[in-house]
């Protein structure tokens, strides 16, 4: 893979034209995007349609978390609108994940498009306190929680899990070469801080094993996003000369 294949940049807008015109303007040099919650559930496949129009690929973030019945119907929809890579939360539990990865190995000995499956495993924006207040995992450190459900979406045959930057390192080490890392909680050198606890430059992501890392707003925020996502991939290539 190269740099470009690493680089997600997320499409976090309120409106299809305000993303059209990122793609439009970020041409060749991005070639993944991904649709989340917000542009979705506003827009609809016809976000989907545009980044396939432009032969974009897409990460389809939507995290889904249900029964294994309700979750195998949303991927088995969603698999109709040919989407490239796909969120579930591995908290939705064994069975779930187990039924989703059945469905996509089906697919795939039929030589059928089939997306490559993430679980979600804790989110970035919880800690310590969610583990103990609310899951009842006294015990537990976040590190020990990620690598737990990292470890079941594996048994359970998902291809990759979510995982914030702090834990990619550790994940490559326990699981191995074959799990696919995807990262958030991206911040590139010069825009650290920000609002991000368990962040990472690009750099340090790809450097300590991820495959993947999603960017959002130090791009989509940025007065100049085109060169922005230039110094990232050179980060990224950086990365991957110290892996
Ligand atoms: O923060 P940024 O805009 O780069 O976020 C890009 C994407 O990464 C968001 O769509 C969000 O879903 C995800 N994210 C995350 N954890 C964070 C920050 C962002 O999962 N701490």
Redesign the pocket.
């Given at each position: 893979m190269n740099a470009k294949d690493r680089l997600i940049v997320?499409l976090?807008f309120d409106s299809l034209k305000k993303a059209e015109k990122l793609v439009d303007l970020l041409e060749d040099d991005v070639t993944t995007y991904?649709v989340?919650l917000q542009l979705f559930t506003k827009e609809g496949y016809k976000s989907l349609n545009m980044l396939k129009k432009r032969n974009k690929k897409i990460f389809l973030?939507l995290k889904f978390h249900d029964i294994p019945n309700t979750v195998v119907g949303a991927v088995s929809s969603v698999l109709e609108h040919g989407v490239d890579m796909l969120t579930i939360h591995a908290m939705g539990g064994f069975d779930m994940m187990e039924s989703v990865a059945k469905l996509i190995w089906q697919r795939r000995e039929r030589k059928n498009h089939a997306p490559k499956i993430f679980a979600v495993t804790l989110?970035?924006?919880l800690d310590s306190a969610f583990l103990q207040d609310i899951i009842g995992a006294d015990s537990r450190t976040v590190e020990e929680e990620v690598l737990i459900l990292a470890q079941a979406a594996r048994s359970a045959g998902i291809d990759g899990v979510v995982a914030s930057p702090l834990e990619v390192k550790m994940l490559r080490k326990k699981c191995g070469d074959e799990l696919l890392i995807l990262t958030?909680?991206?911040r590139p050198r010069g825009f650290e801080n920000a609002d991000?606890q368990?962040?990472a430059t690009p750099f340090e992501a790809i450097r300590d094993g991820a495959d993947y890392i999603?960017?959002?707003?130090?791009i989509?925020a940025s007065e100049n996003p085109k060169k922005v996502v230039k110094s990232i991939l050179k980060e990224i290539r950086d990365g991957l000369k110290k892996t």
């Open positions: 997320a976090d991904k989340g973030d989110l970035t924006s958030p909680g991206i991000q368990r962040s999603v960017v959002g707003r130090p989509t």
